[in-house]
Each structure stands twice: as structure tokens, then as C-alpha cells.
């Protein structure tokens, strides 16, 4: 199937257009969740806290799992002592959530220097290239947004997390409900 010049898989296609009014659920509820996010960036900072810390111990509990496919000694302790590691940041993220924002706001903001800084670089060797002058504008926000983070240090662990959590989540949502749209479309035409 075609759609807007676009040729599509006929499986994809069928799947859109059966499952568009999901897909919108899902994107109006990720814009809503995104823009409390927004409104309350200390509460959202607090869950994501919650949340990574979860993830955490599930991976630790894979990590240990996966230890024991080693085939050394050495290596399985290794292996045991990294998922030892995942586990307990997990769990001391759960427990002791802001101080856990704090770490992550830290971390956050390097992050951000640092790929700001990275993508500056990047755009200056490209320059020339297509798209090197968005690659550069890019590193520049993101360079941005680490020094602010940073300078706002630890006060801005109260709404760093939780503001671009919010904007990812309204950016994802947007883009679930454009292509919830594009099911609908397809649930129309299709016989």
C-alpha cells in the first residue's frame, strides 16, 4: 500500500489501521503525562528516580542470571559483583528517591556537556556537509543545557529531570498520534 508517496508493507499497513485508536490513546495520554511532567517537574524527577531504580534491580536479576553462563570463575564473580552493583544502585534508588535525583541530575548534566561539546566537534569536522550545520545547532543546545543544569547545581535536581522528561514525553506523544493518524487513514481506504 501507498500512502502520501510513501510505499508501506501490506502487514504494517493492516496493523495501523487495526490498532490507530490505541496507538491515539496512547499518544494523548503520553502529551498529558509529558505536560504534568511539565507543571510538576519535582513529582516527575521523583518517579523517574523510582522508575530507572526499578529497571535497575530487574537487570541486576538478569545480570545474575546471566552470570552463571560464564566459563570462568573469574568471570562469573565479575559478573556477579557488576550485577551485585546494578542491584544496589536500583534499590537505593527506590528507597531514597531524591537523593537518587540529585545523582541523576549530576549525571544528566555532564551527559549533556559532554554530547554538546562531542556534536560541536562533530559538526565542525563535517562542515561542508549536509546537515553538519544542524549537528552543530544541536551540540550548541545541548552544551547549553548541561551548563545550565550544571550551574544550577543541586537546585536544579528539583525540575531538570522532570522538565525534559515532560518534553520527551510530549515529543513521543506527538509523534504516536501522527502515526495513529496515518492508521486512520488507512482504516478509511482500506475495503
Keep these: 500500500?501507498?500512502?502520501?508517496?510513501?510505499?508501506?508493507?501490506?502487514?504494517?499497513?493492516?496493523?495501523?489501521?487495526?490498532?490507530?485508536?490505541?496507538?491515539?490513546?496512547?499518544?494523548?495520554?503520553?502529551?498529558?503525562?509529558?505536560?504534568?511532567?511539565?507543571?510538576?517537574?519535582?513529582?516527575?524527577?521523583v518517579g523517574t528516580a523510582i522508575f530507572i531504580g526499578w529497571i535497575l534491580v530487574i537487570a541486576g536479576a538478569f545480570l545474575v542470571a546471566g552470570a552463571f553462563a560464564a566459563h570462568t570463575v573469574g568471570s562469573v564473580i565479575w559478573r556477579l559483583l557488576w550485577a551485585f552493583l546494578t542491584v544496589v544502585v536500583g534499590l537505593w534508588?527506590?528507597?531514597?528517591?531524591?537523593?537518587?535525583?540529585?545523582?541523576?541530575?549530576?549525571?544528566?548534566?555532564?551527559?549533556?556537556l559532554l554530547m554538546g561539546i562531542t556534536r560541536i566537534a562533530v559538526a565542525f569536522a563535517g562542515r561542508g556537509q549536509q546537515g553538519a550545520g544542524l549537528v552543530g545547532l544541536s551540540g550548541v543546545a545541548g552544551?547549553?543545557?548541561?551548563?545550565?543544569?550544571?550551574?544550577?547545581?543541586?537546585?536544579?535536581?528539583?525540575?531538570?529531570i522532570g522538565l525534559l522528561v515532560g518534553i520527551d514525553l510530549i515529543f513521543a506523544g506527538w509523534t504516536i498520534t501522527s502515526v495513529a493518524l496515518v492508521g486512520k487513514d488507512l482504516a478509511k481506504s482500506s475495503p
Excluded: Q
Design 143 to 160: 552544551l547549553l543545557i548541561g551548563i545550565l543544569v550544571l550551574a544550577k547545581f543541586p537546585s536544579s535536581a528539583d525540575w531538570a
Design 93 to 112: 534508588l527506590i528507597i531514597e528517591p531524591h537523593n537518587g535525583t540529585l545523582t541523576l541530575t549530576l549525571v544528566l548534566g555532564i551527559y549533556f
Design 1 to 45: 500500500m501507498e500512502m502520501g508517496g510513501v510505499r508501506m508493507d501490506p502487514e504494517v499497513s493492516a496493523g495501523l489501521a487495526r490498532s490507530w485508536k490505541g496507538l491515539m490513546a496512547v499518544g494523548i495520554v503520553a502529551i498529558l503525562v509529558g505536560c504534568v511532567a511539565i507543571v510538576v517537574p519535582a513529582v516527575a524527577a
